[in-house]
């Protein structure tokens, strides 16, 4: 079965310093996974996917996530965090089967200060 | 292109009432999916549909919520009777199931408040 673990439901970083999430997933098959960023009142937009043709993965607003079999982890990080990146963020995993459903993980805030 | 669309974008209802929630998925995906976001429970997938088919109904909290997906094109959420517990952000996602990388595409959700 699936799973996904977001290590931090809150994270506060400095404007200009590294933004770093965790993600753990445990997956009896090669995983998919993703990341999606939620805005105040608005819905999930993805912001990258991991599909096994490369374990470091650009997304867009300059983030990155890098897949790490042996840790099974899927962290993303920003090397310098923008105001507008205050959000939550979900990772996921697919789940089996054909359907499309993904498990999302609990999310995490982040809060960026001036 | 369009994207999933959801209606209505707020409801403000009395507890009792009938709520019915409206979502037109990507055309071509053959995926929908309902959520249910809360502070207190987070992100909950309710139900969804492949091939227009419900595949697993297991999140639906009881039997006061229904489901349908008539088409490929629009799905339904109802809540009867509706209760103030049932106010949250319901969201509505799609995707192309076949294939292994196709992610999911949200709406913008609707926002249900009961009184």
């Known amino acids: 079965a699936q799973s996904v673990t977001q290590l931090g439901s809150h994270v506060s970083v400095s404007e200009g310093a590294l933004v770093l999430l965790r993600c753990n997933y445990s997956s009896s098959v090669p995983p998919y996974l993703f990341w999606y960023v939620q805005y105040p009142n608005q819905g999930l937009q993805l912001l990258l996917k991991?599909?096994?043709?490369?374990?470091l993965v650009k997304g867009i607003n300059g983030f990155e996530a890098e897949f790490k079999k042996s840790e099974t982890s899927f962290h993303l990080t920003k090397p310098s965090a923008h105001m507008s990146d205050a959000a939550e963020y979900f990772c996921?995993?697919?789940?089996?089967?054909?359907?499309?459903?993904?498990?999302f993980g609990q999310g995490t805030t982040l809060q960026v200060k001036p | 292109d369009a994207g999933v669309i959801q209606s209505p974008r707020h409801e403000v209802t009395e507890m009792g009432q009938e709520v019915t929630l409206r979502c037109k998925p990507i055309s071509g995906h053959n995926s929908l999916f309902w959520y249910r976001q809360t502070m207190m429970r987070g992100l909950e997938l309710l139900i969804y549909?492949?091939?227009?088919?419900?595949?697993?109904d297991s999140g639906m909290p009881e039997d006061r919520f229904s489901a349908k997906m008539p088409n490929a094109s629009f799905s339904t959420l109802k809540i009867q009777p509706s209760e103030p517990r049932d106010s949250a952000v319901y969201f509505c996602?799609?995707?192309f199931g076949q294939g292994s990388n196709q992610p999911q595409h949200f709406g913008d959700g609707t926002r249900l408040s009961i009184l």
């Open positions: 991991y599909t096994s043709a490369a374990t």
């Open positions: 549909f492949n091939n227009n088919v419900p595949i697993d």
């Open positions: 996602a799609s995707s």
């Open positions: 996921a995993v697919r789940g089996s089967g054909n359907t499309g459903k993904l498990i």
